[in-house]
């Protein structure tokens, strides 16, 4: 069936295969091979661097005290003729942990993804991506080094059985020595994230709607950092990148909606 790209966004998804929690049947055309991945680790020295319907209207159920705050300040602007009651702002909040090259970063700072989704006015379905947010995380071992996700410009949310589509990032690496430039999965080259879904989903709240699931992806490829000035080698050679093997991410995500309306 028809579906529609959207400016700003690179996937779309069909009817049936919304929602991060479902299992959904069916074919679809395989997601671009993975290409990058992210980073990891600091050296000693001076070096520092491198280093679709509402929910129904029921009395709010106290969530647990491990969910994050949403805020849905990010939702974009929806695409021109479109119904917006028909339309959903997601949002999902996700923390993990993170292995690139020699280097295992256990304890992610919360990453906060935002989209939107709904019907086209062809009937088609489309995605509109709204913003990535993370806070920088240290990374293990000498130096001052941390890593800060941001969005790297393509996204596909289809979900396919536990397969739940393509999701690119870069990690801007900080460092005191280090030029804001430097970045894992610069330019065209981003790291390419298919993750898949590990174990069940569960719902922890029906109002506000609030779904907790579990995801990873390994192997993937993780590209040298660039743009670090002189130190950008030493980075690199530290902590083993590029790699082609040995990486891996694993996440916990909290999953809400509110609809347009």
């Known amino acids: 069936r028809p579906v529609t790209r959207i400016t700003g966004w690179s996937g779309t998804r069909h009817r049936g295969q919304y929602w991060p929690w479902q299992r959904t049947a069916g074919t679809r055309p395989s997601p ?58 997601e949002v999902l909040v996700a923390t993990g942990s993170l292995t690139l090259g020699s280097r295992t970063i256990p304890d992610l700072a919360p990453m906060t993804v935002t989209h939107a989704e709904g019907p086209m006015p062809d009937g088609s379905d489309g995605q509109v991506f709204g913003a990535l947010r993370g806070a920088p995380t240290p990374v293990p ?31 801007r690496v900080q460092g005191p020595l280090l030029p804001k430039s430097c970045t894992i999965g610069a330019g065209d080259s981003p790291v390419e994230l298919h993750l898949r879904r590990s174990g069940s989903s569960e719902r922890i709240s029906k109002n506000p709607p609030v779904i907790r699931f579990g995801s990873f992806d390994d192997p993937f490829t993780a590209p040298a950092a660039e743009h670090c000035g002189p130190l950008g080698h030493l980075l690199n050679d530290r902590f083993g990148l590029p790699a082609a093997t040995g990486n891996a991410i694993t996440l916990t995500s909290y999953y809400t909606f509110r609809t347009y309306d």
């Open 141 to 171: 071992g000498p130096g001052r080094l941390s890593l800060r996700p941001e969005y790297g410009g393509r996204s596909d949310f289809y979900s396919d059985g536990d397969r739940m589509g393509l999701f690119t990032m870069r990690f």
């Open 32 to 89: 671009p091979r993975p290409a990058a991945a992210v980073l990891a680790a600091a050296p000693a020295l001076a070096l520092a661097v491198v280093g679709t319907a509402a929910p129904p209207a029921v009395a709010a159920d106290p969530p647990p005290a491990t969910v994050p705050e949403f805020g849905f300040t990010d939702c974009p602007a929806l695409p021109e003729g479109v119904d917006p009651p028909q339309w959903r702002c």
